[in-house]
C-alpha cells in the first residue's frame, strides 16, 4: 500500500523559511517521481515543485529561486526547502507520486498547513 506522509509545516514570519518532509513507504519510491502541490483557500490546487526519479527538478514560476526540491532515496523522503516565504506562499502543501513517464499524480499524502504572517 503507498503512503506518503507530509512533515514540517508551521506559522512562520514573511521573509521566514521551513522544510517540509514528504516521506514514503510501501512502494519503490527511487522509481517514482515526486511532486509538492499547494491549496490555497478559495483557491485550485497548483503544482509547486517536481523531481523525477533521475533527480530533474521543475518549479512553479512563482517559487523559482526560494523553493527547492530534493530527494534522499536512501531514507525514502522529498524534501521543499522554502525560503523567503510571503504571505502568499500560504496553504496546505501535499505531495503526490507517480511512476516515472505517467500522466497523473495518482498517489497523495494528508497534506501539512503553511501560514506566512505579515
Known amino acids: 500500500q503507498v503512503q506518503l506522509v507530509e512533515s514540517g509545516g508551521g506559522l512562520v514570519q514573511a521573509g521566514g523559511s521551513l522544510r517540509l518532509s514528504c516521506t514514503a513507504s510501501?512502494?519503490?519510491?527511487?522509481?517514482?517521481?515526486v511532486a509538492w502541490h499547494r491549496q490555497a483557500p478559495g483557491k485550485q490546487r497548483e503544482l509547486v515543485a517536481s523531481i523525477t526519479r533521475l533527480g530533474t527538478t521543475d518549479y512553479a514560476d512563482s517559487v523559482k529561486g526560494r523553493f527547492t526540491i530534493s530527494r534522499v532515496n536512501a531514507k525514502n523522503t522529498v524534501y521543499l526547502q522554502m525560503n523567503d516565504l510571503e504571505p502568499e506562499d500560504t496553504a496546505v502543501y501535499y505531495c503526490?507520486?507517480?511512476?516515472?513517464?505517467?500522466?497523473?499524480?495518482?498517489?497523495w499524502g494528508q497534506g501539512t498547513q503553511v501560514t506566512v504572517s505579515s
Open positions: 510501501g512502494f519503490g519510491f527511487s522509481i517514482y517521481d
Open positions: 503526490s507520486s507517480k511512476v516515472g513517464g505517467a500522466s497523473s499524480w495518482p498517489y
